[in-house]
Structure formats: structure tokens, C-alpha cells
């Protein structure tokens, strides 16, 4: 489909950020301010992305701006790679679509004591039995069953619901967002066709761009915090790329069909349909919080019962317990995902509602929310590239607070359709492509690997030079895959 | 005719036919096409009844795909031949399929969810245009 370029104002406005000034649009109530580099920039412009920077600009109580960040492309009515924060002192809305269909799809990464020497004779082996091992694909049901009282006391309690029952150690939780349980959430609030839907996939890891990678530590940029977290040089982790499932896509759906008079009741102008929302103090909006949150709380989950599976896959290959192998979460982030939280508005300290879209909580050093470990130093922010690059560790910072409310980008973001993907990869033999370059991958269907394949994203080096020299979030060390496990 | 066409992140389903209840018909298939590498290998063999109320084309649409990706993704169902009666005030329709079968049916992408991003039913001349995008 011929995509319309955006021919809108676009200012440089300091160092890789831009404006598209209110006066673009009717009914902007802020600016749109997009991190980006001028590379990136001539890029945006192909699409409609910024184009609905400037509609999300118009929803009731935005504050100080709509951000994009570098990765972002076009989206169902946000842009991926948005953020936006709404007062609901000043009638702010709440927004599924600027959520996303897969609640708290989010990244973690698992760090071992193995360096590249212990395990390059063992990729083989290794990828196999976490292909294996670990439900991957669409229509895949995990290992895991849960009832639906089980089901709703999991999406109350999160991960610690199945580390009470030895998936996991207290210390997990620690280095997961929020603990691993966002409170308020009422998992009585999602509805029995969501419940339904997540009952048996709690554990796996779905498809699209979802993956679970061996990586190994190419390039360590900031020593100091690189201790702190725990990571050398030729280091072996595991990062685990998933969300919240069917479950978590149906609330959203579940929420988008309520919202649908929303906003003729309340009176709000919508540019598109998908940005479909309500006042966050109205009865839809706090069932959809509710919901959403209890979501979160199953995401959390999802990949706590991915890394223990993963755990398990290392110690059978390596026929060490994996304590022993020193597999210890370094953090779980999430990226798709709306939180209240405070932030310093007009130098006004306020409680909003910060949307993120494709886009991740980067906390600096001292925040409250950061865990005790890395107080020191900031929240480590994982960032999930393509598999045939990189993908990387940085470290939140002050600018993050002050530019973007507390987030940074959160992936490479896609240079390609799917279908312009899966098209140039035909004839291809995209799994010896890899191993070429030191990839061993398994896919669970034909279209997975040509649709994913490296080219189909964009850099992902470059959309970490936009926020490490915007001061989002600093670099700390560049990871490499080694073996791929895609849906 | 349908086919799938290209949205940067996700995919996109256009429908094209003479009359709303082939159109229907065919969103509906285009759905599973997305969803399955080879439609064939669905055999046509229980049958649901799905009945939806609605005055708005678009809306109708976008339910009717909703109603079949609940039941594909809820009740593990993969559908390939359908039977749509569009009136003013809803739908009433008839999908054939079966459960899916790992044996048998090789699942191209997962359907998250379908989209109000564009969604768009019109008259184009002669003939009716849907366009849906789906959350992959």
C-alpha cells in the first residue's frame, strides 16, 4: 500500500530532537518531539508515523509534548515507539491503543557465568533443546495449564504466584519493573474470553517478533556500570523477548469494543478511530486500568516462566544446576505498557499517566524505583535488536526525566513490511544466511525467519546513538547473538 | 478477490466483490489465509453459527473478523468456507472448518488482534472494498 510521506513542519530543536510544532494540526494541544538523528529523520519522513505523533497530540490532558522515539514507525493509531503522559487532573485520558494489543510485551535478559569459549562447541546443541523445550509459534500451548481461579490469582500476584511454587527465586522479582506485580490491577475486570485465551500459553513465547536469543557480550562501552550489572566482555546471556499472549490482546480488543462511544459520551475529538479513549476517572477507563494492569502482572509472568524453562534447557546441555551455571536475571523491562507515575512538570511535580508504546522506562541513578543493586548507577534498560546484529544494555539517565518522561526507545523499530520481507526472502535459505555470520536460529514457521529477517529492521546501533547522545539513556554493552529461537 | 497487502509492522486484508455478503464472505477467509500457510489443508467439516447485531458497516466488519479470530484463537478452530447474509441491522452467517490439527495445519502468523487502524468498507463502482488491518 503507497503511503502519503510527511510533508508537515519538522524543527531541529536540539541535540537529535525534533518538533512538529501544534499549529500543524487542529486540535494538537502540545508539540510532537521526535528523537531522532538527520539519518533517521529522511526515513521517518517515508511514512505516516509522524503523522500520528501530531493526532496523539490531541488527546485531552497531554502534557508538555508527544515524543517519539528513534525506532518508531507507523502503528494503529500510535505511532510504535510513542510515549505520551496525560494529567487526569486536567480530564486526561487513558488509551488502550496507546498501550498496545500486547500488553507488557517486554524484554529480559538472563546473564550466565559461560563465556563464548564454554559454549561455541555447544551452540548446536544448545539451540536445539531450547527449541525444544521452550513452546514457540502461533497456536503453541505451554507446559504450563492454569486454571481459571489460577489464571486470575496469577494475573493478581504475578511472577511470585509461580515462584511460591519453585519457577523462580525471590530475587527475580527484584529485578523485575514494579517487582513483577503492578498493584491495583483486578484480574476480575478481564474478561472469561481473555482468560480463556492466556489459560495455557502462560510460557511460551508466540510469534511476530518475538524471540529468546544466546547473546554474547561484544563490546563493553561503560565499565564502571558494566560491573555493577554484572557483564564482561564474551559474556554468555540469554535475552527473552514476549508479552502477555492471547490474554493480554484480548483485553485490549475487549477494551477497544467498550471504548467505541466513548468518545461521543465524553465529548473527545478523535483524527482516527484506533486512538479510541477515556477519561481515566470513568467507569471504562478504570476497568480498562484494572484489566490492564492485571495484563502486566501475566506478562511479568510469561517470561518468568520462559527464563525458567531456559534455565532448565542450560542445565541439561551443560549438566550443571543452573545456580550453578550463575544464571541470574539481570533485569525485565517492559514496553508496552501505561503506569502513573510522578513526574516534574513545569517544575510542578504531578502524577500521570505515561503511555508506552515500543518504548521503555529508563529511570537515572537515585530514583526510588530503580532496584537497591543498581540505585548507584540507574535502571538497566534492555534493548532487543535484530538477529542478525545486535541488541543492547544501556543505563537510564537524568535526560530521560527530563525530555521524555522517564522512557527511551525500546528496539531497532522495522525498515520493511512483513510482507516485503517474507517476498525477499523467497529462494532464500535465510537459516544458512545466519549461520554464515556465527547465527545458529530454529523457527517455528516458514514465514518467521524471512518476515524477521536482519535487514527487515533498521540498525539498531544507530537508534541507540540517538538516545545515548540525547541523554535517554547511555550505553553500556553491546550484545551479539549466537543462537535464535523464533515463533 | 482478496488479498494481503502490505502494512509496516503488521498486514493488511483487502476484499473486493459485487456484492456485502460475498464481501463478508471473503474477509472472512482472507482471515484464515493469513493465519494458515495452506488454506486447503482445512477440511470444511463442523460448522458454527455466529448471529451479530450492528447498523454500522465498518463496525460489522470488524466484529464479524473479531467473532472468528475469538473462536480460532478461544476454541482452537481454523475456518475455511463461509456463508454471510448482511442486513441492515447485523449479520447472520454459517462457517465451516475444523479444530486445528499440529499434524495437519502449518500456522503461518498469529492474529493478535483485528484493527480499527483504516478499517474501511465503501462502494468502489461496480463492486464493494474491504480493508482491515490485522495485529500480527
Same mark, same amino acid.
Given at each position: 500500500?503507497?503511503?502519503?510521506?510527511?510533508?508537515?513542519?519538522?524543527?531541529?530543536?536540539?541535540?537529535?530532537?525534533?518538533?512538529?510544532?501544534?499549529?500543524?494540526? &487542529?486540535?494538537?494541544?502540545?508539540?510532537?518531539?521526535?528523537?531522532?538523528?538527520?539519518?533517521?529523520?529522511?526515513?521517518?519522513?517515508?511514512?505516516?508515523?509522524?503523522?500520528?505523533?501530531?493526532?496523539?497530540?490531541?488527546?485531552?490532558?497531554?502534557?508538555?509534548?508527544?515524543?517519539?522515539?528513534?525506532?518508531?514507525?507507523?502503528?494503529?493509531?500510535?505511532?510504535?515507539?510513542?510515549?505520551?503522559?496525560?494529567?487526569?487532573?486536567?480530564?486526561?485520558?487513558?488509551?488502550?491503543?496507546?498501550?498496545?494489543?500486547?500488553?507488557?510485551?517486554?524484554?529480559?535478559?538472563?546473564?550466565?557465568?559461560?563465556? %563464548? !569459549?564454554?559454549?561455541?562447541?555447544?551452540?548446536?546443541?544448545?539451540?536445539?533443546?531450547?527449541?525444544?523445550?521452550?513452546?514457540?509459534?502461533?497456536?503453541?500451548?505451554?507446559?504450563?495449564?492454569?486454571?481459571?481461579?489460577?489464571?486470575?490469582?496469577?494475573?493478581?500476584?504475578?511472577?511470585?504466584?509461580?515462584?511460591?511454587?519453585?519457577?523462580?527465586?525471590?530475587?527475580?522479582?527484584?529485578?523485575?519493573?514494579?517487582?513483577?506485580?503492578?498493584?491495583?490491577?483486578?484480574?476480575?475486570?478481564?474478561? !472469561?474470553?481473555?482468560?480463556?485465551?492466556?489459560?495455557?500459553?502462560?510460557?511460551?513465547?508466540?510469534?511476530?517478533? $518475538?524471540?529468546?536469543?544466546?547473546?554474547?557480550?561484544?563490546?563493553?562501552?561503560? &565499565?564502571?556500570? &558494566?560491573?555493577?550489572?554484572?557483564?564482561? %566482555?564474551?559474556?554468555?546471556?540469554?535475552?527473552?523477548?514476549?508479552?502477555?499472549?492471547?490474554?493480554?490482546?484480548?483485553?485490549?480488543?475487549?477494551?477497544?469494543?467498550?471504548?467505541?462511544?466513548?468518545?461521543?459520551?465524553?465529548?473527545?475529538?478523535?483524527?482516527?478511530?484506533?486512538?479510541?479513549?477515556?477519561?481515566?476517572?470513568?467507569?471504562?477507563?478504570?476497568?480498562?486500568?484494572?484489566?490492564?494492569?492485571?495484563?502486566?502482572?501475566?506478562?511479568?509472568?510469561?517470561?518468568?516462566?520462559?527464563? $525458567?524453562?531456559?534455565?532448565?534447557?542450560?542445565?541439561?546441555?551443560?549438566?550443571?544446576?543452573?545456580?550453578?551455571?550463575?544464571?541470574?536475571?539481570?533485569? !525485565?523491562?517492559?514496553?508496552?505498557?501505561?503506569?502513573?507515575?510522578?513526574?516534574?512538570?513545569?517544575?510542578?511535580?504531578?502524577?500521570? =499517566?505515561? $503511555?508506552?508504546?515500543?518504548?521503555?522506562?529508563?529511570?537515572?541513578?537515585?530514583?526510588?524505583?530503580?532496584?537497591?543493586?543498581?540505585?548507584?548507577?540507574?535502571?538497566?534498560?534492555?534493548?532487543?535488536?535484530?538477529?542478525?546484529?545486535?541488541?543492547?544494555?544501556?543505563?537510564?539517565?537524568?535526560?530521560?526525566?527530563?525530555?521524555?518522561?522517564?522512557?527511551?526507545?525500546?528496539?531497532?523499530?522495522?525498515?520493511?513490511?512483513?510482507?516485503?520481507?517474507?517476498?525477499?526472502?523467497?529462494?532464500?535459505?535465510?537459516?544458512?544466511?545466519?549461520?554464515?555470520?556465527?547465527?545458529?536460529?530454529?523457527?517455528?514457521?516458514?514465514?518467521?525467519?524471512?518476515?524477521?529477517?536482519?535487514?527487515?529492521?533498521?540498525?539498531? !546501533?544507530?537508534?541507540?546513538?540517538?538516545?545515548?547522545?540525547?541523554?535517554?539513556?547511555?550505553?553500556?554493552?553491546?550484545?551479539?547473538?549466537?543462537?535464535?529461537?523464533?515463533? | 478477490?482478496?488479498?494481503?497487502?502490505? $502494512?509496516?509492522?503488521?498486514?493488511? %486484508?483487502?476484499?473486493?466483490?459485487?456484492?456485502?455478503?460475498?464481501?463478508?464472505?471473503?474477509?472472512?477467509?482472507?482471515?484464515?489465509?493469513?493465519?494458515?500457510?495452506?488454506?486447503?489443508?482445512?477440511?470444511?467439516?463442523?460448522?458454527?453459527?455466529?448471529? %451479530?447485531?450492528?447498523?454500522?458497516?465498518?463496525?460489522?466488519?470488524?466484529?464479524?473478523?473479531?467473532?472468528?479470530?475469538?473462536?480460532?484463537?478461544?476454541?482452537?478452530?481454523?475456518?475455511?468456507?463461509?456463508?454471510?447474509?448482511?442486513?441492515?441491522?447485523?449479520?447472520?452467517?454459517?462457517?465451516?472448518?475444523?479444530?486445528?490439527?499440529?499434524?495437519?495445519?502449518?500456522?503461518?502468523?498469529?492474529?493478535?488482534?483485528?484493527?480499527?487502524?483504516?478499517?474501511?468498507?465503501?462502494? &468502489?463502482?461496480?463492486? =464493494?472494498?474491504?480493508?482491515?488491518?490485522?495485529?500480527?
Amino acid at each position: 500500500m503507497a503511503k502519503p510521506e510527511f510533508t508537515g513542519p519538522l524543527e531541529k530543536i536540539g541535540c537529535n530532537c525534533w518538533r512538529i510544532p501544534r499549529e500543524y494540526k &487542529a486540535g494538537m494541544r502540545v508539540d510532537g518531539h521526535i528523537f531522532a538523528n538527520d539519518k533517521l529523520v529522511a526515513t521517518l519522513r517515508k511514512d505516516q508515523a509522524l503523522d500520528q505523533v501530531a493526532n496523539v497530540a490531541t488527546l485531552p490532558g497531554i502534557q508538555k509534548a508527544s515524543l517519539a522515539m528513534p525506532d518508531i514507525h507507523w502503528g494503529y493509531g500510535f505511532c510504535i515507539g510513542g510515549v505520551c503522559a496525560t494529567d487526569p487532573e486536567e480530564g486526561g485520558v487513558i488509551s488502550p491503543g496507546g498501550v498496545g494489543y500486547d500488553i507488557n510485551c517486554g524484554v529480559r535478559l538472563v546473564k550466565t557465568n559461560l563465556f %563464548l !569459549d564454554d559454549v561455541k562447541h555447544h551452540i548446536r546443541e544448545l539451540v536445539k533443546v531450547l527449541f525444544h523445550t521452550i513452546p514457540s509459534g502461533a497456536g503453541r500451548s505451554g507446559r504450563y495449564k492454569f486454571d481459571t481461579t489460577e489464571t486470575r490469582r496469577l494475573m493478581g500476584e504475578g511472577p511470585k504466584f509461580v515462584i511460591d511454587r519453585g519457577l523462580g527465586i525471590a530475587e527475580d522479582l527484584e529485578h523485575t519493573e514494579s517487582g513483577g506485580r503492578i498493584l491495583d490491577g483486578n484480574p476480575h475486570e478481564v474478561s !472469561d474470553h481473555a482468560v480463556k485465551r492466556g489459560s495455557d500459553q502462560c510460557g511460551t513465547l508466540g510469534s511476530g517478533n $518475538h524471540f529468546l536469543e544466546v547473546q554474547v557480550v561484544d563490546s563493553v562501552f561503560d &565499565a564502571e556500570v &558494566a560491573k555493577v550489572f554484572g557483564l564482561e %566482555l564474551n559474556q554468555v546471556c540469554v535475552m527473552i523477548h514476549s508479552g502477555s499472549r492471547g490474554l493480554g490482546y484480548q483485553v485490549c480488543d475487549d477494551a477497544l469494543a467498550a471504548f467505541r462511544n466513548c468518545p461521543a459520551k465524553y465529548k473527545i475529538e478523535l483524527p482516527d478511530r484506533q486512538l479510541a479513549c477515556a477519561p481515566v476517572d470513568t467507569p471504562e477507563g478504570r476497568k480498562y486500568i484494572a484489566a490492564m494492569r492485571a495484563a502486566a502482572n501475566y506478562g511479568f509472568c510469561n517470561r518468568q516462566l520462559l527464563m $525458567h524453562q531456559t534455565r532448565e534447557a542450560f542445565a541439561t546441555v551443560f549438566g550443571r544446576s543452573w545456580q550453578n551455571l550463575g544464571m541470574e536475571l539481570l533485569y !525485565d523491562v517492559a514496553h508496552n505498557i501505561a503506569k502513573l507515575e510522578e513526574h516534574a512538570i513545569d517544575g510542578v511535580n504531578k502524577k500521570v =499517566w505515561v $503511555h508506552r508504546k515500543g518504548a521503555t522506562r529508563a529511570f537515572p541513578a537515585g530514583h526510588p524505583e530503580v532496584p537497591e543493586a543498581f540505585r548507584a548507577v540507574g535502571q538497566p534498560v534492555i534493548i532487543p535488536g535484530d538477529m542478525g546484529r545486535a541488541s543492547w544494555v544501556l543505563v537510564g539517565s537524568e535526560g530521560s526525566m527530563e525530555k521524555a518522561f522517564g522512557s527511551t526507545c525500546h528496539g531497532a523499530g522495522r525498515a520493511m513490511s512483513r510482507t516485503a520481507a517474507k517476498m525477499d526472502g523467497i529462494g532464500r535459505k535465510i537459516d544458512k544466511e545466519l549461520e554464515s555470520r556465527g547465527v545458529i536460529a530454529m523457527a517455528a514457521s516458514r514465514s518467521g525467519l524471512a518476515e524477521e529477517q536482519p535487514k527487515a529492521y533498521k540498525n539498531v !546501533d544507530d537508534v541507540v546513538d540517538v538516545v545515548h547522545e540525547a541523554d535517554l539513556s547511555r550505553k553500556v554493552a553491546r550484545m551479539r547473538p549466537i543462537g535464535v529461537i523464533k515463533g | 478477490m482478496y488479498e494481503l497487502f502490505e $502494512h509496516t509492522a503488521d498486514l493488511g %486484508l483487502r476484499v473486493r466483490s459485487p456484492e456485502l455478503n460475498s464481501l463478508f464472505a471473503e474477509a472472512g477467509l482472507c482471515l484464515f489465509l493469513a493465519i494458515v500457510e495452506d488454506i486447503g489443508t482445512i477440511n470444511p467439516r463442523t460448522m458454527a453459527k455466529i448471529e %451479530l447485531s450492528g447498523n454500522d458497516r465498518e463496525f460489522l466488519l470488524f466484529d464479524w473478523l473479531r467473532e472468528l479470530l475469538l473462536q480460532a484463537e478461544a476454541d482452537r478452530m481454523l475456518f475455511c468456507k463461509f456463508e454471510v447474509i448482511v442486513r441492515d441491522d447485523g449479520l447472520s452467517a454459517l462457517a465451516w472448518g475444523e479444530p486445528f490439527d499440529p499434524a495437519r495445519h502449518q500456522l503461518a502468523h498469529e492474529v493478535k488482534a483485528i484493527t480499527y487502524h483504516e478499517l474501511k468498507v465503501v462502494r &468502489a463502482g461496480e463492486e =464493494w472494498l474491504a480493508e482491515v488491518i490485522v495485529d500480527i
